[in-house]
């Protein structure tokens, strides 16, 4: 792969992946939020945050496959 | 450089049917799985030996989850299960020494590259596009066993019928996406990985500080993917209990109660399903 558009596409798509990086830091700190305020409700709240978790990740995960397809099939 | 290929290099063709490495991995994984129940199975016993209970493990605590989802949790529980195990294992033989470094060696137009014999299977599109249309069809089956097909419609449609013609098909996206965010979800987080320690691994030819870099960074990529190995394993079979789930439930100003409700919830579905039975 030498340096054409694609490469350059490529590595702007992955902006993208500064919403679910804000996303997960906001995510994460209210789930330290509530644990803090109940330690005791830590299973309770296991299972939605990782949920949450990974449903904001795919988003990330959706940029890095256009850049993917960018690299791989692209120019 | 490193290369990587996104699709699975194809190993050897019987007949029409190609065989990747990618399915080499698959298999092993599966095989590795069949070998380890087979054998606790055989020599099962009311007081575990240690190996038993290592693989009551996962199963107890995937069920300790799934317990506090519906009443009918015993229905689908097995596949939750088995999703999970399955893709733990399949991420995990991924991280072995071998995988993804023993090939064979060619040269393709004059650059040297190297065939993988086996690969992480969840490294391959088809294989997690696979698992994802298997939880599509049970949690689409799940919906319209429970609530009818008219019923299952009518909750694409949703509570003011006058915003029928934009919520549905609003929701009718939003559920067909979930076929492709499942697999999706899992291919770019073990793809992400593989070619993470490719590029990890490569770094020693390009410096002259070699024992650090060739020893400790790769093994602090390693442990982040079977980190992230496991969890992509919880979140879909996690995904697929809340998708079930979420088919079952009857939207009526409510989700899904969590545990302490379950009797509740049986009788008021039973009547819901007498009353709501399509004609």
Known sequence: MEGNIASIAAGLAMIGAIGPGIGLGIGFSKAMEALGRNPDAAGAIFVPYILGLALTEAIGIYCLVVALILIFAGG | ?279
């Open chain 2, 1 to 279: 450089m490193i290369h990587v290929e996104i699709a699975g290099e194809t190993l050897f063709t019987i007949g029409w049917f190609e065989v990747t490495n990618s399915m080499v991995g698959a298999v092993l994984a599966s095989l590795l799985l069949l070998a380890g129940a087979w054998y606790i199975s055989s020599r099962s016993a009311l007081i575990p030996h240690r190996l038993q209970s290592l693989l009551e493990l996962p199963v107890e605590w995937v069920t300790g989850i799934v317990e506090g989802s519906t009443s009918r949790w015993r229905s689908y529980v097995a596949l939750v299960i088995g999703l999970f195990l399955m893709i733990l294992v399949a991420n995990w033989l991924g991280l072995l020494p071998g995988v993804g470094t023993i090939g064979i060696r060619h040269t393709v137009e004059g650059e040297e590259i190297l065939t993988p014999l086996v690969r992480p299977a969840a490294a391959d599109l088809n294989f997690t596009l696979g698992l994802a249309i298997i939880t599509f069809v049970v949690f689409v089956w799940w919906g319209v066993r429970v609530n009818g097909p008219i019923g299952y419609l009518k909750e694409l449609v949703g509570e003011p019928r006058y915003m029928a013609p934009l919520m549905f098909p609003i929701h009718l996206i939003s559920e067909l996406s979930r076929l492709v965010s499942l697999s999706m979800r899992l291919f770019g987080n073990v793809f992400a990985g593989e070619v993470l320690i490719a590029t990890m691994l490569a770094l020693t030819t390009a410096t002259l500080f070699v024992l650090p870099l060739a020893f400790f960074v790769p093994s602090i990529f390693l442990g982040l993917e079977l980190l992230f190995g496991a969890v992509q394993a919880m979140v879909f079979a996690l995904l697929t209990m809340t998708y079930i789930t979420m088919a079952i439930a009857e939207h009526q100003g409510g989700h899904e109660p969590e545990e302490g409700e379950g009797r509740e919830h049986r009788d008021a579905e039973s009547e819901h399903r007498t009353a709501g039975s399509p004609a």
